[in-house]
């Protein structure tokens, strides 16, 4: 039997994180990201890439290197409040300014305020948005609508949350999944218990270098596991075609087993 229930490189469970607003704070969380090996997305707002708390829109492309800058929208309106055209407006040109100053496509946004509805997923949609991230609470499940992803907490929940996934998804053999952990550079600054850099850096040290464990960005999911629903199997799953131009593996019969791009697997 055939199950998706293996990540790149044969990884068993994927950890990811997200960050909005474009504060300048996002600088010191990158240097404890890079420090332990964790990708994160940042959603940025094009409008807002000014002042003194925020990182300047010449900075973006060496700020967020080797991570994923995302769409939050040009001026961070809640976005199922405003007219659809103001809303295609807030999401295109987001794009298209945020793709001039990190030079390559945007793709991915999160809600603003996490305002969403069936409309502005329409919307996002049409708009060139393959993925956007909400602010409900939702396990630690792949979603099956990547347009209303919820991740699994917020970032002053992630030591509990690290904990049950270690327990209940990373050590059992038969598991797998997805901690998907969001917030605010900038409520690090607050210095409280779960607001702190002392408590982020201890996040991301408790869930860094685990060998079954993919670290990624919220795109580099997204394609993934894209490409994996994607693969063309015969009815007997005795012939498999992966479609697309990106590698992905599969469990087969209890073995974890690559198919690349373009391959076509016999067994």
């Not at 069936?118 to 347009?147: A, M, W």
Request: hydrophobic letters at 35%; charged letters at 25%.
């Amino acid at each position: 039997m055939i199950g998706f229930n293996v990540y790149k490189e044969g990884k068993k469970c994927i950890v990811t994180f997200s960050y909005d607003d474009g504060r300048v704070y996002d600088k010191k969380l990158i240097d404890i990201f890079n420090k332990y090996g964790i990708k994160g997305t940042f959603h940025l707002n094009s409008g807002a890439l000014k002042g003194p708390n925020s990182v300047h829109a010449d900075e973006v492309k060496n700020v967020y290197k080797g991570h994923e800058v995302s769409c939050h929208t040009v001026t961070h309106p809640s976005i199922a409040e405003i007219a659809s055209q103001i809303a295609i407006k807030e999401v295109i040109d987001d794009r298209k300014n945020l793709e001039q100053l990190c030079g390559y496509p945007v793709r991915g946004m999160s809600y603003p305020n996490g305002s969403v509805s069936e409309d502005v997923i329409n919307i996002i949609k049409y708009c060139g948005i393959v993925y956007s991230r909400t602010i409900v609470n939702g396990g630690f499940h792949i979603p099956q609508n990547f347009l209303n992803w919820n991740p699994t907490c917020h970032h002053r929940d992630a030591l509990k949350m690290i904990e049950q996934f270690k327990r209940y998804v990373v050590e059992p053999e038969w598991q797998h999944g997805l901690l998907y952990i969001w917030g605010h550079s900038y409520e690090l600054e607050r210095n409280e218990p779960n607001n702190s850099w002392e408590y982020i850096e201890e996040v991301c040290r408790e869930i860094a270098q685990d060998n079954r464990i993919w670290y990624a960005t919220n795109i580099e999911i997204y394609d993934y596991i894209t490409a994996q629903r994607s693969l063309i199997m015969s009815v007997d799953e005795s012939i498999i075609t992966n479609p697309t131009m990106t590698d992905v593996w599969i469990r087969k019969d209890g073995e974890t087993v690559k198919v690349a791009a373009g391959q076509t697997l016999r067994f």
